[in-house]
């Protein structure tokens, strides 16, 4: 996106920069822009190979700096193509930080989706990469002024946080920036972060707006096509009907998959500051479905030291005897190498050999490891589905490394079929659903050709597409954006679910605010089945950005659209009394499961997992 920001916001910043003179003088301020010319605290990630870097001065005099994009790379991923800046002083957790620069595309350079993404990172000894800032920001043709407050969530004694500048990987970008810096006031300074200049964020997305006519739109189909009703005929011993019956209709759980991804550590009792108890109780009640964050991924599954398979199984027949669903992710990540990926000690010396041999030796070991997965969760009621495969718009390197991408997902899907007829069978990805870019295009391009051809030559082998949607706050797509795309894979023939929903973002009612209308958009969309977010609460989550809880499960807005929402609106109610024909018919009621009770003046049952899908459905019961 281009010139996502107002020029009244640079304004803003212009004013609000200069506030900054009443606040209490900063503990620390990070040397600013000369330090970029010297070298000391700055360099490029990936040794510089995907982004170029020089000092220019700008038609103001101005020393600035310029980032390129090298033409011919393919970062792997973002961090790889950034300006990387050692914060030289220590950090710690509720210190508050001011992030400030000016920055532009480059004159004659402007691309449809000229991007910058800021990050500030607590490199903590535990590596969680804990990010206190984090958003995209579409750059104009001319400077302006960014003004970023922030909390540090966590302490770093030792002097290994970071500030990245990413610009924009598998794109041509070319970004000016300077008057860079970072000022940080401890926490006994007192600085609320809500005090300090903040600009320019665009703070939205299309369709927020209360009466959204997309919103209004979905809410009533919905109606139509998320609803059915029952009828209850009560007849008494001979088989007559008995009126006046009192009937009440209660769901127990909904047919559409509402969930989360549940850590292992986290419900074991393994992060030190978790109240464990809650974390369980609160998954419980809040989720009819579960994906393992990292237990399920092929290097923990079958080689990590801190999970066993006994430790995941034991948690499964947890989940299942709690009626939560669950989903497996992921069987193959295409890469070599990597967390959650196929292994290195397993494809790496292959690879190198590369020969006919090698090749079918890592086939063989790849169905082998879904064979052996697969296999072993069915015997354990596990799993409804899985995601076969996990971004293979990116992760090229098996699919190469075998001569054919395509039709190695083919051959994943049907082992996967082969070792459980009954489990679903998905594709997943990422920013295909959840960002407004160049790269997000040419994602869907890719993903329309590859399902075309995965329903031309599998049939049934591909059951649906996951949409993981991890969105930002700096580039949100609008409803209508994702329902298009929704609708589209599942004229395909398949269905489509949000696997992975989170944002990053220090505004909680935006976030809610993109939770309801994610919400309201996919559970509108005809072949659409299931919503699941990426971990909800802050303590446990891998961008310490959940929709749901802060670190301590003090609630966010989102947990009001939650309840309001999958456990509120979407999980219906009904009551009445049968007519003088022992009928009952309810009023249209949300697709799920439910208790029927029954309470005549010659007794009363309750009759239990009654399945409202579609149309009519028919309970006869005898008393």
Same mark, same amino acid.
């Given at each position: 996106?281009?010139?996502?920001?107002?020029?009244?916001?640079?304004?803003?910043?212009?004013?609000?920069?200069?506030?900054?003179?009443?606040?209490?003088?900063?503990?620390?301020?990070?040397?600013?822009?000369?330090?970029?010319?010297?070298?000391?605290?700055?360099?490029?990630?990936?040794?510089?190979?995907?982004?170029?870097?020089?000092?220019?001065?700008?038609?103001?005099?101005?020393?600035?700096?310029?980032?390129?994009?090298?033409?011919?790379?393919?970062?792997?991923?973002?961090?790889?193509?950034?300006?990387?800046?050692?914060?030289?002083?220590?950090?710690?957790?509720?210190?508050?930080?001011?992030?400030?620069?000016?920055?532009?595309?480059?004159?004659?350079?402007?691309?449809?989706?000229?991007?910058?993404?800021?990050?500030?990172?607590?490199?903590?000894?535990?590596?969680?990469?804990?990010?206190?800032?984090?958003?995209?920001?579409?750059?104009?043709?001319?400077?302006?002024?960014?003004?970023?407050?922030?909390?540090?969530?966590? !302490?770093?004694? $030792?002097?290994?946080?970071?500030?990245?500048?990413?610009?924009?990987?598998?794109?041509?970008?070319?970004?000016?920036?300077?008057?860079?810096?970072?000022?940080?006031?401890?926490?006994?300074?007192?600085?609320?972060?809500? !005090?300090?200049?903040?600009?320019?964020?665009?703070?939205?997305?299309?369709?927020?707006?209360?009466?959204?006519?997309?919103?209004?739109?979905?809410?009533?189909?919905?109606?139509?096509?998320?609803?059915?009703? %029952?009828?209850?005929?009560?007849?008494?011993?001979?088989?007559?009907?008995?009126?006046?019956?009192?009937?009440?209709?209660?769901?127990?759980?909904?047919?559409?998959?509402?969930?989360?991804?549940?850590?292992?550590?986290?419900?074991?009792?393994?992060?030190?500051?978790?109240?464990?108890?809650?974390?369980?109780?609160?998954?419980?009640?809040?989720?009819?479905?579960?994906?393992?964050?990292?237990? %399920?991924?092929?290097? !923990?599954?079958?080689?990590?030291?801190?999970?066993?398979?006994?430790?995941?199984?034991?948690?499964?027949?947890?989940?299942?005897?709690?009626?939560?669903?669950?989903?497996?992710?992921?069987?193959?990540?295409?890469?070599?190498?990597?967390?959650?990926?196929?292994?290195?000690?397993?494809?790496?010396?292959?690879?190198?050999?590369?020969?006919?041999?090698?090749?079918?030796?890592?086939?063989?070991?790849?169905?082998?490891?879904?064979?052996?997965?697969?296999?072993?969760?069915?015997?354990?009621?596990?799993?409804?589905?899985?995601?076969?495969?996990?971004?293979?718009?990116?992760?090229?390197?098996?699919?190469?490394?075998?001569?054919?991408?395509?039709?190695?997902?083919?051959?994943?899907?049907?082992?996967?079929?082969?070792?459980?007829?009954?489990?679903?069978?998905?594709?997943?990805?990422?920013?295909?659903? !959840?960002?407004?870019?160049?790269?997000?295009?040419?994602?869907?391009?890719?993903?329309?050709?590859?399902?075309?051809?995965?329903?031309?030559? $599998?049939?049934?082998?591909?059951?649906?597409?996951?949409?993981?949607?991890?969105?930002?706050?700096?580039?949100?797509?609008?409803?209508?954006?994702?329902?298009?795309?929704?609708?589209?894979?599942?004229?395909? $023939?398949?269905?489509?679910?949000?696997?992975?929903?989170?944002?990053?973002?220090?505004?909680?009612?935006?976030?809610?605010?993109?939770?309801?209308?994610?919400?309201?958009?996919?559970?509108?969309?005809?072949?659409?089945?299931?919503?699941?977010?990426?971990?909800?609460?802050?303590?446990?989550?891998?961008?310490?950005?959940?929709?749901?809880?802060?670190?301590?499960?003090?609630?966010?807005?989102?947990?009001?659209?939650?309840?309001?929402?999958?456990? $509120?609106?979407? %999980?219906?109610?009904?009551?009445?009394?049968?007519?003088?024909?022992?009928?009952?018919?309810?009023?249209?009621?949300?697709?799920?499961?439910?208790?029927?009770?029954?309470?005549?003046?010659?007794?009363?049952?309750?009759?239990?997992?009654?399945?409202?899908?579609?149309?009519?459905?028919?309970?006869?019961?005898?008393?």
């Amino acid at each position: 996106m281009m010139a996502i920001l107002l020029n009244t916001c640079v304004a803003m910043g212009l004013m609000a920069l200069s506030e900054i003179a009443t606040l209490p003088t900063p503990k620390y301020s990070m040397p600013s822009y000369a330090a970029i010319t010297n070298n000391t605290y700055w360099k490029l990630d990936g040794d510089g190979k995907y982004l170029s870097r020089k000092v220019f001065q700008d038609e103001f005099g101005d020393e600035a700096l310029q980032l390129v994009t090298l033409s011919g790379t393919v970062a792997p991923h973002t961090w790889y193509a950034a300006l990387i800046g050692y914060i030289p002083f220590p950090t710690f957790k509720d210190d508050t930080g001011l992030l400030t620069f000016t920055a532009r595309a480059s004159l004659g350079n402007v691309t449809n989706s000229t991007l910058l993404t800021p990050v500030v990172q607590v490199d903590e000894a535990s590596q969680s990469y804990k990010k206190d800032v984090y958003m995209t920001l579409g750059m104009a043709p001319f400077y302006q002024n960014f003004s970023i407050p922030f909390q540090f969530a966590a !302490s770093d004694p $030792g002097r290994n946080s970071t500030i990245m500048l990413e610009a924009g990987y598998n794109l041509p970008q070319s970004v000016d920036i300077k008057h860079l810096q970072l000022q940080v006031w401890t926490k006994n300074q007192r600085v609320d972060p809500s !005090s300090l200049p903040s600009c320019c964020n665009a703070g939205g997305y299309p369709g927020r707006e209360a009466n959204a006519t997309w919103r209004k739109e979905a809410l009533a189909r919905i109606d139509q096509i998320r609803r059915g009703s %029952m009828d209850v005929t009560v007849l008494d011993q001979n088989g007559k009907p008995i009126s006046d019956c009192s009937i009440n209709a209660t769901m127990t759980q909904s047919n559409f998959r509402f969930g989360s991804a549940v850590n292992l550590g986290a419900w074991r009792g393994q992060h030190d500051s978790l109240n464990t108890t809650l974390y369980q109780q609160w998954f419980k009640k809040l989720f009819n479905t579960a994906v393992f964050e990292g237990a %399920m991924k092929w290097d !923990s599954w079958e080689r990590s030291a801190n999970t066993s398979h006994d430790e995941v199984l034991a948690l499964v027949k947890t989940l299942r005897a709690n009626n939560i669903r669950i989903r497996g992710h992921n069987l193959v990540w295409p890469s070599c190498g990597g967390s959650g990926k196929v292994p290195e000690d397993v494809c790496a010396p292959l690879i190198a050999e590369n020969t006919s041999e090698s090749r079918a030796a890592l086939e063989k070991a790849i169905e082998f490891h879904i064979h052996d997965e697969v296999t072993t969760l069915k015997e354990n009621d596990c799993c409804e589905e899985f995601d076969v495969v996990n971004e293979p718009y990116e992760n090229t390197a098996i699919g190469n490394f075998l001569g054919n991408g395509n039709a190695s997902i083919l051959k994943w899907l049907n082992a996967t079929a082969q070792a459980n007829p009954n489990a679903g069978r998905r594709v997943n990805d990422d920013r295909v659903c !959840s960002a407004l870019s160049d790269i997000a295009l040419q994602e869907q391009n890719f993903y329309k050709e590859l399902i075309k051809w995965l329903v031309a030559e $599998g049939g049934d082998l591909l059951t649906g597409f996951g949409c993981e949607s991890h969105v930002n706050d700096g580039l949100l797509p609008g409803p209508e954006a994702m329902l298009e795309w929704y609708n589209f894979i599942s004229s395909l $023939g398949v269905s489509i679910r949000v696997t992975e929903f989170d944002m990053v973002t220090k505004d909680v009612q935006l976030y809610a605010d993109y939770l309801r209308d994610t919400l309201i958009a996919v559970y509108s969309s005809p072949g659409a089945d299931g919503f699941l977010m990426w971990g909800f609460t802050d303590e446990c989550h891998w961008l310490h950005s959940a929709p749901l809880f802060y670190n301590d499960f003090r609630p966010k807005p989102g947990l009001d659209v939650w309840f309001k929402l999958p456990l $509120g609106e979407w %999980m219906s109610l009904a009551d009445g009394n049968t007519n003088s024909s022992g009928i009952w018919t309810s009023p249209p009621v949300h697709h799920g499961t439910y208790n029927v009770s029954v309470s005549c003046s010659s007794g009363s049952t309750t009759i239990s997992n009654v399945s409202v899908l579609k149309n009519h459905t028919k309970v006869v019961v005898n008393l």
